[in-house]
T-cell receptor, first 114, second 114 residues
Framework: EPEVTQTPSHQVTQMGQEVILRCVPI?????FYWYRQILGQKVEFLVS????????KSEIFDDQFSVERPDGSNFTLKIRSTKLEDSAMYFC????????????FGPGTRLTVT | AQSVTQLGSHVSVSEGALVLLRCNYS??????LFWYVQYPNQGLQLLLK??????LVKGINGFEAEFKKSETSFHLTKPSAHMSDAAEYFC????????????FGAGTRLFVKA
Protein backbone atom coordinates (compact mmCIF):
# COMPACT_ATOMS: atom_id res chain seq x y z
CA GLU A 1 0.00 0.00 0.00
CA PRO A 2 1.39 3.43 -0.91
CA GLU A 3 2.56 5.51 2.02
CA VAL A 4 4.06 8.86 2.85
CA THR A 5 7.70 8.66 3.90
CA GLN A 6 9.77 11.16 5.84
CA THR A 7 13.47 11.58 6.47
CA PRO A 8 15.22 11.78 8.78
CA SER A 9 13.25 10.12 11.55
CA HIS A 10 15.13 12.15 14.14
CA GLN A 11 17.14 15.34 13.69
CA VAL A 12 19.14 17.06 16.37
CA THR A 13 20.36 20.56 15.65
CA GLN A 14 21.74 23.55 17.49
CA MET A 15 19.77 26.72 17.94
CA GLY A 16 20.24 29.07 15.01
CA GLN A 17 21.04 26.32 12.52
CA GLU A 18 19.03 25.63 9.38
CA VAL A 19 17.24 22.32 9.00
CA ILE A 20 15.46 20.71 6.09
CA LEU A 21 12.88 18.06 6.70
CA ARG A 22 12.07 15.85 3.76
CA CYS A 23 8.92 14.10 2.72
CA VAL A 24 7.94 11.89 -0.18
CA PRO A 25 4.16 12.07 -0.59
CA ILE A 26 2.09 9.34 -2.21
CA UNK A 27 2.88 9.48 -5.91
CA UNK A 28 -0.51 10.46 -7.38
CA UNK A 29 -1.33 12.96 -4.64
CA UNK A 30 -1.41 16.64 -5.48
CA UNK A 31 -2.04 18.34 -2.13
CA PHE A 32 0.64 18.46 0.50
CA TYR A 33 0.70 19.55 4.11
CA TRP A 34 2.99 19.99 7.07
CA TYR A 35 1.82 19.70 10.66
CA ARG A 36 3.69 19.73 13.91
CA GLN A 37 3.12 18.27 17.33
CA ILE A 38 4.97 19.69 20.28
CA LEU A 39 5.48 17.01 22.91
CA GLY A 40 2.29 16.44 24.86
CA GLN A 41 0.25 18.84 22.75
CA LYS A 42 -2.18 18.59 19.87
CA VAL A 43 -1.26 18.28 16.23
CA GLU A 44 -1.18 21.75 14.62
CA PHE A 45 -1.43 22.74 10.99
CA LEU A 46 1.51 24.61 9.52
CA VAL A 47 1.04 24.91 5.77
CA SER A 48 -0.67 23.46 2.74
CA UNK A 49 0.80 23.38 -0.75
CA UNK A 50 -0.66 22.81 -4.17
CA UNK A 51 0.51 23.46 -7.70
CA UNK A 52 3.87 24.70 -6.49
CA UNK A 53 2.53 27.35 -4.21
CA UNK A 54 1.32 27.75 -0.68
CA UNK A 55 -2.45 27.42 -0.40
CA UNK A 56 -2.77 28.28 3.25
CA LYS A 57 -0.48 28.82 6.20
CA SER A 58 -1.00 29.18 9.89
CA GLU A 59 0.32 31.92 12.11
CA ILE A 60 2.99 29.50 13.25
CA PHE A 61 4.41 29.43 9.72
CA ASP A 62 6.39 32.66 9.87
CA ASP A 63 9.30 33.90 7.76
CA GLN A 64 11.60 31.32 9.32
CA PHE A 65 9.71 28.56 7.56
CA SER A 66 9.56 27.72 3.89
CA VAL A 67 8.35 24.82 1.80
CA GLU A 68 9.41 23.57 -1.56
CA ARG A 69 8.75 20.82 -4.01
CA PRO A 70 12.17 20.65 -5.63
CA ASP A 71 11.32 17.79 -7.94
CA GLY A 72 8.43 15.52 -8.80
CA SER A 73 8.62 13.47 -5.66
CA ASN A 74 10.00 15.38 -2.69
CA PHE A 75 8.31 17.96 -0.50
CA THR A 76 10.51 19.80 1.98
CA LEU A 77 10.09 22.00 5.02
CA LYS A 78 12.98 24.33 5.81
CA ILE A 79 13.48 26.15 9.07
CA ARG A 80 16.09 28.85 8.51
CA SER A 81 17.22 29.58 12.04
CA THR A 82 15.91 27.09 14.54
CA LYS A 83 14.74 28.06 17.99
CA LEU A 84 14.33 25.89 21.06
CA GLU A 85 10.56 26.11 20.67
CA ASP A 86 10.78 24.52 17.22
CA SER A 87 11.47 21.21 18.91
CA ALA A 88 8.55 19.02 17.92
CA MET A 89 7.42 16.13 15.78
CA TYR A 90 6.81 17.29 12.23
CA PHE A 91 4.35 15.37 10.10
CA CYS A 92 3.99 15.55 6.37
CA UNK A 93 0.65 14.63 4.82
CA UNK A 94 -0.76 14.34 1.35
CA UNK A 95 -4.13 13.94 -0.27
CA UNK A 96 -5.23 13.01 -3.72
CA UNK A 97 -7.72 15.78 -4.27
CA UNK A 98 -8.96 18.98 -2.83
CA UNK A 99 -11.84 18.72 -0.45
CA UNK A 100 -12.77 17.35 2.96
CA UNK A 101 -11.04 14.04 2.41
CA UNK A 102 -8.62 12.15 4.57
CA UNK A 103 -5.01 13.06 4.48
CA UNK A 104 -2.35 10.42 4.63
CA PHE A 105 0.32 11.11 7.19
CA GLY A 106 3.95 10.16 7.24
CA PRO A 107 5.66 8.70 10.33
CA GLY A 108 7.07 12.09 11.32
CA THR A 109 10.45 13.64 11.95
CA ARG A 110 11.34 14.37 15.53
CA LEU A 111 13.27 17.64 15.60
CA THR A 112 15.27 18.42 18.71
CA VAL A 113 16.82 21.88 18.97
CA THR A 114 19.51 22.24 21.62
CA ALA B 1 -14.65 28.14 12.45
CA GLN B 2 -14.68 24.40 12.81
CA SER B 3 -13.32 22.61 15.84
CA VAL B 4 -13.42 19.38 17.78
CA THR B 5 -13.26 18.83 21.51
CA GLN B 6 -12.22 15.56 23.06
CA LEU B 7 -13.53 14.88 26.52
CA GLY B 8 -10.96 13.22 28.71
CA SER B 9 -7.24 13.39 28.10
CA HIS B 10 -6.82 9.91 29.56
CA VAL B 11 -9.11 6.91 29.53
CA SER B 12 -8.31 3.63 31.24
CA VAL B 13 -10.18 0.39 30.57
CA SER B 14 -9.66 -3.26 31.37
CA GLU B 15 -8.88 -5.70 28.61
CA GLY B 16 -12.17 -6.96 27.18
CA ALA B 17 -14.14 -3.93 28.35
CA LEU B 18 -15.94 -1.41 26.20
CA VAL B 19 -13.88 1.46 24.86
CA LEU B 20 -15.63 4.82 24.58
CA LEU B 21 -13.70 7.91 23.52
CA ARG B 22 -15.72 11.10 23.29
CA CYS B 23 -15.56 13.79 20.66
CA ASN B 24 -17.82 16.76 20.06
CA TYR B 25 -17.58 18.99 17.06
CA SER B 26 -18.48 22.52 16.17
CA UNK B 27 -19.20 23.32 12.57
CA UNK B 28 -21.30 25.76 10.59
CA UNK B 29 -21.47 23.33 7.68
CA UNK B 30 -22.03 19.57 7.58
CA UNK B 31 -18.74 18.27 8.94
CA UNK B 32 -16.34 15.71 7.65
CA LEU B 33 -14.92 13.95 10.70
CA PHE B 34 -12.06 11.56 11.31
CA TRP B 35 -10.51 9.50 14.03
CA TYR B 36 -6.76 8.95 13.90
CA VAL B 37 -4.65 6.71 16.12
CA GLN B 38 -1.04 7.30 17.09
CA TYR B 39 0.92 4.44 18.57
CA PRO B 40 4.01 5.32 20.60
CA ASN B 41 6.75 6.84 18.47
CA GLN B 42 4.74 6.39 15.31
CA GLY B 43 2.78 8.54 12.90
CA LEU B 44 -0.93 9.11 12.55
CA GLN B 45 -3.06 6.32 11.16
CA LEU B 46 -6.60 6.85 9.97
CA LEU B 47 -9.06 4.71 11.92
CA LEU B 48 -12.26 5.83 10.26
CA LYS B 49 -13.98 8.75 8.61
CA UNK B 50 -17.46 10.25 8.39
CA UNK B 51 -18.32 11.88 5.09
CA UNK B 52 -22.08 12.42 5.34
CA UNK B 53 -23.10 8.95 4.23
CA UNK B 54 -24.01 6.42 6.93
CA UNK B 55 -24.08 7.81 10.44
CA LEU B 56 -22.50 4.66 11.88
CA VAL B 57 -19.02 4.33 10.53
CA LYS B 58 -16.92 1.23 10.86
CA GLY B 59 -13.17 1.46 10.86
CA ILE B 60 -10.14 -0.69 11.26
CA ASN B 61 -9.27 -2.84 14.27
CA GLY B 62 -12.91 -3.23 15.32
CA PHE B 63 -13.52 0.45 16.02
CA GLU B 64 -16.62 2.31 15.02
CA ALA B 65 -18.06 5.77 15.51
CA GLU B 66 -21.54 7.19 15.35
CA PHE B 67 -22.30 10.64 14.02
CA LYS B 68 -25.07 12.30 16.01
CA LYS B 69 -26.04 15.67 14.64
CA SER B 70 -28.44 16.42 17.48
CA GLU B 71 -25.63 15.99 19.98
CA THR B 72 -22.84 17.31 17.72
CA SER B 73 -20.92 14.21 18.68
CA PHE B 74 -18.75 11.63 16.98
CA HIS B 75 -17.77 9.22 19.73
CA LEU B 76 -15.43 6.32 19.06
CA THR B 77 -16.23 2.89 20.44
CA LYS B 78 -14.93 -0.64 20.47
CA PRO B 79 -16.87 -3.44 22.15
CA SER B 80 -13.86 -5.21 23.63
CA ALA B 81 -10.52 -3.59 24.34
CA HIS B 82 -7.29 -5.32 23.52
CA MET B 83 -3.88 -4.56 24.97
CA SER B 84 -2.73 -3.50 21.52
CA ASP B 85 -5.31 -0.70 21.49
CA ALA B 86 -3.24 1.31 23.94
CA ALA B 87 -2.41 4.49 22.04
CA GLU B 88 -3.30 8.14 21.57
CA TYR B 89 -6.52 8.80 19.69
CA PHE B 90 -7.28 12.02 17.88
CA CYS B 91 -10.62 13.22 16.68
CA UNK B 92 -10.34 15.59 13.73
CA UNK B 93 -12.43 17.65 11.35
CA UNK B 94 -11.72 18.85 7.84
CA UNK B 95 -11.71 22.62 7.72
CA UNK B 96 -14.15 23.28 4.90
CA UNK B 97 -14.13 26.99 5.53
CA UNK B 98 -10.48 27.31 4.74
CA UNK B 99 -8.37 25.05 2.61
CA UNK B 100 -9.44 21.66 3.96
CA UNK B 101 -6.64 21.42 6.44
CA UNK B 102 -7.24 18.90 9.22
CA UNK B 103 -8.05 20.34 12.62
CA PHE B 104 -7.23 18.00 15.47
CA GLY B 105 -8.56 17.62 18.94
CA ALA B 106 -6.21 17.50 21.90
CA GLY B 107 -6.14 13.73 21.90
CA THR B 108 -7.14 11.02 24.35
CA ARG B 109 -4.62 8.54 25.61
CA LEU B 110 -6.13 5.09 26.03
CA PHE B 111 -4.65 2.77 28.64
CA VAL B 112 -5.65 -0.90 28.65
CA LYS B 113 -5.18 -2.86 31.85
CA ALA B 114 -4.63 -6.61 31.87
Amino acid sequence: EPEVTQTPSHQVTQMGQEVILRCVPISNHLYFYWYRQILGQKVEFLVSFYNNEISEKSEIFDDQFSVERPDGSNFTLKIRSTKLEDSAMYFCASSERSGPYEQYFGPGTRLTVT
Amino acid sequence: AQSVTQLGSHVSVSEGALVLLRCNYSSSVPPYLFWYVQYPNQGLQLLLKYTSAATLVKGINGFEAEFKKSETSFHLTKPSAHMSDAAEYFCAVSDQTGGFKTIFGAGTRLFVKA
